[in-house]
């Protein structure tokens, strides 16, 4: 299928096509691409009125993101994508403030170190002490939300496992999109939307696992939360599109969860591909899916 | 598990086992599960203002469920469950008002042929000779919605196949509640949740299925949609438990809907039982739950 019913994700397509690198180039460094992440990410714009601060929570270098419709005591913790080697608070800002501003909250995205250099668990224990971070400064888990794209949608669920782990209080819930949840690449979409994902592969993750993993078993819960056993965890999110290599990951985890009894809401949003919510900007549909999400977390916060 | 944080449906379960009959009296007869479905659905309250009457739409027997928020045009297309076999319009008026009310609609809920008596695919024909009525007396498909619960979630489904086959224009959404789509019994769930579901055995749907199917295909994807091909189907809204047997249908419905680039929206609910949504007198998840739907329904009619 080459033709698409939704013009906009046709115009998101050819933007992408028009961007892929010269085969023939040496590929870019980790550096390289990790600077380009954040030139796009710091080059769009924000909702207006919306502030950025740097800052650190449990030790953990963040970034508060202070949208004009921000309520005192809602806070975000966001997790970045980028494969876990890749992305940052700077990357992910315009996303980062357009998910805070539909939900009436502050969002704290925090720089939890990426591989190669820093391998798994790093970035789960990061995500732990900035979580656990946010509590000790005084905030209530019932007004709390961890949401993350990509990786970090995988991230948000290693530490949902983690927080039931160490005893910690869950929080309302988890917004995850796209959510990368299992490391080992298993699921049948990988081969039923390889030709239609315009941007994430097979190859390319394995890849990126292996710079996670740096060894390490990838069927670890939480490094792969589709093995994870959920019970007693907070309502969960998932949001993915219909033309994800990724597709998989997110029917699975649906299933791992609703198997576990969590309050779960998968939404397949057609024709739409890997994190189109970031695509604001073009997509009238990634305005509707975070209008949606906003609704649900404002639904789920306790004040 | 035998302890529930909800109370309320710890009480519905205590409701069913007192209920559950005596394993030594001979099985009733069809006519004697009908009536007895039927008189539960006829005892029960509906809601306040809310009118019901006989009809026929496309030929079929059918009855109006008008709840005093019913706006002019707008039409919900029922198909009750009951395995094939069993249910009525008057079984699941109270579930239909509740819905309907909800949606701010009509509700004609069908009363479809059932097995023994006639098989496989006389229920599909009927669902569509009503929807075609429903089309002649001059509804717009945008303020048509199909809804259906257990078999009547399968059937509702496969009338999503079947208008496509036929080239008849799809309604606004489709809404199902714990649907039956896999005939094969093929689910993990009828495993993993055969001790939790105190409704519905793999042993008691295999019968069910003889009985509809007559010796016919189950893999016939108008018997059970999870073989089907959905591509170009409007939007669907699935609830289902966390303690059924099938909640692999729903999981796996959403993945092949999926793929199939059809909007899905899937809802698990926590502890929820088979169909729980018409224990609305007890359960306050099967007010949230229906009103959650009538949320999806209201944003999907056009009018």
Redesign the interface.
Known sequence: MSTWKDPQIAGVRALLAARRPDPDAPPPSAAQRRAAMDAVGEAAALPEGCRHEPCRVGGIKAERVIPKTARPGRTILYVHGGAYTAGSPRSHRPMVARIAEAAHATAVAIDYRLGPEHRFPAAVEDAVAAYRGLLDEGAEPGSLIVAGDSAGGGLALALALALKGEGLPQPAGYFVISPWADLTQGGA?YR??AETDPTISKEGLDQNARDYLGGLDPRDPLASPVFGDFEGVAPVLIQ?G??ETL??DS?TM??V???????????????MIHVFQAWGAILHAARRAIGLAGAWMDGRFER
């Open positions: 979409s039923t939307k993915t219909s033309e597709l998989s029917i649906a299933d969860l609703a198997h576990a009894r969590v309050e779960v809401r998968l939404e397949v949003w057609p024709e």
